[in-house]
């Protein structure tokens, strides 16, 4: 009896600690998971920061998902730190160059949905890279 409530106590300890650093929203993150190679993705590019991968339901003739493997929620969630400064201003560049990379000569649209009323369906920031056709406006 005392190892069962033990048990019961250290699991809502555990629950109750995750949920407020975030820890449960991490590992139930798709992805996260396609970050850390769990759940396999048609991957274009990758480094030890970032990963570009293509949409299982693209928007265009090209829409590719760049995201950080560091989990950060949403946009509101990117920190004025060296490191968050870092890590936006190398997804920024790279995308240039996955846009090159995926042929995308005569431009692209670059679109981040944040919070619930811009449409964030999957709580991992992430950025659509969108292009191989003309696009229009406005966008919704």
């Known amino acids: 009896m ?3 409530s033990l048990y019961i106590g250290v699991i809502w300890f ?3 600690f995750c949920r407020r650093w975030g820890t449960i929203e991490k590992m139930d993150c798709i ?3 396609i970050a850390n190679g769990e759940i396999p993705a048609d991957v274009v590019y990758e480094d030890d920061v970032i990963l570009a991968f293509r949409d299982l339901a693209p928007q265009a003739p090209v829409h590719v998902l760049i995201i950080p493997k560091e989990h950060i929620a949403t946009l509101d969630d990117v920190e004025c730190s060296d490191e968050h ?3 936006m201003g190398h997804l920024m560049v790279k995308t240039g160059e996955i ?3 995926l042929g995308l000569k005569n431009g692209y649209r670059l679109v981040n949905n944040c919070g619930e009323d811009g449409m964030q ?3 991992h920031i992430h950025f659509h890279l969108l292009g191989g ?3 229009g406006w406005p966008p919704g």
Request: glycine content about 0%; some cysteine.
């Open 121 to 123: 369906t999957v709580k």
């Open 31 to 33: 992805f996260c998971k």
């Open 2 to 4: 005392l190892f069962t």
């Open 133 to 135: 056709r003309k696009m």
């Open 85 to 87: 400064r870092e890590l």
């Open 99 to 101: 846009a090159e990379l």
């Open 14 to 16: 555990t629950i109750l």
